[in-house]
């Protein structure tokens, strides 16, 4: 098992050369960092435990003007190592540091007691540990185990490693949702290779030679090559710090933010609710519609504080909030952030995200939204789901998936809802949804409503078109055509082809239409030539022509030429019995037979040729039709 820690503590006291001690490689790896003898960016090292445990380290910059780079190395770390020189003792980046890691709910960890060599008293030893622990003991970090080392003579180094060990068995396995993620903390090319990028994988696995996405550009590329602790693997398991290399896409177009992922199982996101945190230290309040600087992961963004039920936040408290992004990032329920005053510097407050997609700008004192928040917050699975099914009526299996909470959590808790009455799947053969029971009574309901009001808006039609109705209730198609398969089985409502009414409705014509219509059927009994559709139309109108149609009353030949059911069900007798006694027919014979226009008889056919009742051949036609 490959674990990761992350190194923390003021600018100078001495993180990256215990790293090298510890590993026999020295993390900085800038020309700038070696010259100035500082770290300012993220650097990396490996080390083998007794027993046999690897662990990658990132060893994080201490100066204040690197805050940004340390908040991209110790997310996703199973323990911290918190470094606080013996001679200084607790100094200001050790106090944000602390802070940082304690919103990030980093609760493993152990504090490395530097320098020792530069110190020949004992109380004064003594004095620093207490008031490393003073600051530790209102935080994630108050139980670890502190231990006096010093790099330069090694003194304490075997104490330092086996307490590792200690803190590393403590930390569970991490968790293979096969949602695998890696934010992205370093993009660079290596010659004979191409890109290669590293980070912490979480979430699930990468394997050799699949397609990903890297988001939130939406780019596509195939893992060419993996390694973990400087080994090539064949797989790359959640927990571990990982280098992919990736054909497909460009260095120039990755960069730290950037976040690898399987296709098709995140999406990022520009507005996430969250529950804060402010630190009891912060400067002044939170305040509604504040600008400030978001951290998550390896992610750094501008983001618009809208606070939900309060006013302000004050230090010391915590509240609610949604967070509108200047640019889209990547992030799932549960993740831990970071935010910082931009102006002056200050690390503010911190969280959890409990959702990534909501689906609304919430009025500021919604009291559903809070509650559905504070149920997130809790982990009360089965009241989010609830209200989640209450809230859309229905979901897609996929948008269960991407409210990230434990998958077997959502299971179980639909599970129950089943058994409850309140939930129910459907599967439509492309399709899993899952819906609120309530739902279906209030689809019901719409549904029977917006018909009677079509019925009385056009009452010479025989229903409301189908493809109206589905998007009236915004239903997509499979759904629909599975829920109104159930509700014309239970007798809620009736088909006509294409269309939907309700049962027993019957069309009629208004008093204002009926004598048109009548003079109409009167033309076509009356009058040697019957009126085309043009004149049909009019004579009583667009409307009542369709519906003579629909009815049957009337029977279109093309888009020209229309007979009344009577006359066609009469040439279409008369020209049956023709074909059972000669086996054949012309234009000419059925001209004769009908005493019609040369004209009408050819429409007539080719109208029975279309519906598949004779089939011409040269010159003549035969009955085709059983």
């Known amino acids: 098992m490959i674990r990761v820690l992350a190194t923390a503590g003021h600018v100078d006291h001495g993180k990256s050369t215990l790293v090298e001690v510890l590993t026999g490689t020295h993390p900085d790896r800038l020309k700038e960092e070696r010259e100035r003898e500082m770290s300012i960016d993220l650097g990396f090292a490996y080390l083998t435990l007794p027993g046999g445990m690897e662990v990658g380290i990132v060893d994080v910059p201490g100066h204040r003007d690197f805050i940004a780079n340390m908040l991209a190395g110790v997310g996703g770390v199973d323990v911290v190592l918190l470094v606080v020189a013996a001679d200084e003792g607790v100094m200001p980046q050790t106090r944000e540091h602390v802070d940082i890691l304690d919103l990030l709910g980093v609760s493993t960890g152990l504090v490395a007691l530097t320098k020792i060599d530069l110190v020949d008293d004992e109380e004064w030893l003594d004095l620093v540990e207490d008031e490393v622990r003073a600051l530790l003991q209102p935080t994630s970090l108050a139980q670890v185990p502190i231990v006096r080392v010093s790099a330069r003579t090694g003194q304490g180094l075997e104490a330092l490693r086996r307490a590792l060990v200690e803190q590393l068995a403590r930390v569970p396995k991490r968790p293979d949702l096969g949602r695998p993620r890696l934010p992205i903390d370093r993009a660079f090319t290596l010659v004979g290779f191409g890109t290669v990028v590293t980070g912490t994988l979480m979430d699930g696995s990468f394997f050799l030679g699949e397609e990903v996405e890297i988001l939130p550009q939406g780019l596509r590329a195939r893992i060419r090559g993996i390694q973990t602790h400087r080994q090539p693997r064949e797989q790359a398991r959640p927990g571990a710090r990982t280098a992919l290399n990736l054909s497909g896409v460009a260095k120039e177009d990755l960069g730290r933010g950037d976040v690898v992922v399987r296709p098709g199982t995140y999406r990022p996101t520009r507005r996430v609710d969250v529950h804060l945190r402010v630190l009891p230290q912060a400067p002044v309040p939170l305040r509604h519609n504040q600008w400030l600087k978001l951290y998550v992961w390896t992610s750094e963004v501008m983001a618009r504080l809208r606070l939900l039920g309060a006013e302000e936040l004050a230090p010391g408290t915590s509240g609610w909030a949604q967070l509108e992004l200047r640019e889209p990032i990547v992030v799932t329920y549960g993740d831990r952030f970071i935010l910082r005053r931009p102006s002056p510097e200050a690390t503010v407050a911190g969280g959890m995200v409990l959702d990534a997609h909501p689906r609304v700008r919430y009025r500021r ?53 089943e058994d409850a009455g309140w939930a129910r799947r459907i599967e439509t053969g492309t399709e899993v ?165 040369r004209r009408l008889v050819v429409v007539f056919l080719e109208h029975l040729d279309a519906r598949g009742f004779t089939r011409r051949e040269g010159d003549v036609r035969r009955w085709i039709k059983p």
């Open 365 to 417: 004192w919604d009291k559903k939204a809070l509650a559905r928040m504070a149920a997130l917050y809790h982990g009360d699975v089965e009241t989010v789901v609830k209200m989640l099914l209450e809230e859309r009526s229905f979901v897609r299996k996929e948008d269960l998936d991407f409210l990230t909470l434990p998958r077997e959590a959502v299971e179980d808790a639909l599970k129950r809802g």
């Open 433 to 597: 949804y899952w819906l609120h029971l309530e739902a279906l009574n209030t689809w019901r309901q719409k549904a029977l409503e917006w018909a009677q009001g079509y019925h009385l808006r056009y009452p010479m039609r025989r229903g409301m078109p189908l493809a109206e109705l589905q998007a009236r209730m915004g239903l997509p198609r499979s759904l629909f055509e599975r829920w109104i398969q159930e509700e014309v089985q239970g007798g809620h409502l009736v088909l006509h082809g294409e269309r939907v009414a309700l049962p027993g409705h019957q069309p009629y014509f208004p008093a204002s239409v009926q004598p048109r219509v009548e003079a109409l059927l009167a033309r076509f009994r009356e009058e040697a030539r019957p009126p085309t559709v043009r004149e049909c139309i009019e004579a009583v109108g667009e409307e009542a022509y369709q519906a003579l149609v629909e009815l049957g009353r009337l029977v279109p030949l093309n888009e020209k030429y229309v007979l009344d059911r009577e006359t066609y069900e009469t040439w279409l007798a008369k020209t049956r019995e023709f074909f059972q006694e000669h086996g054949q027919l012309t234009v000419a014979q059925v001209r004769d037979l009908l005493s019609s226009s």
